[in-house]
């Protein structure tokens, strides 16, 4: 996965480096995690998006 998009997670702007050309931040990928019907988590990433702030 050397080679995919990555999206900077100061400035936004898209590169192909670890790290953003123009500002120096991390960049992460921007692609989505992979689906999979048979999710073994799904419950437990549903629960914490839909948890009411403390």
């Known amino acids: 996965m050397r080679f995919q ?4 997670s ?5 590169t192909m480096r ?10 992460t990928l921007a692609h989505p995690a992979r689906f999979s019907p048979d999710d073994k988590y799904a419950r437990y990433r549903l629960a914490s998006r839909y948890q009411k702030p403390d």
Request: hydrophobic share 30%; glycine share 6%; charged share 25%.
């Open 5 to 8: 998009l990555r999206r900077c």
């Open 10 to 14: 100061a400035c936004r702007a898209y």
């Open 18 to 27: 670890e790290a953003c050309p123009s500002c120096g931040a991390d960049a």
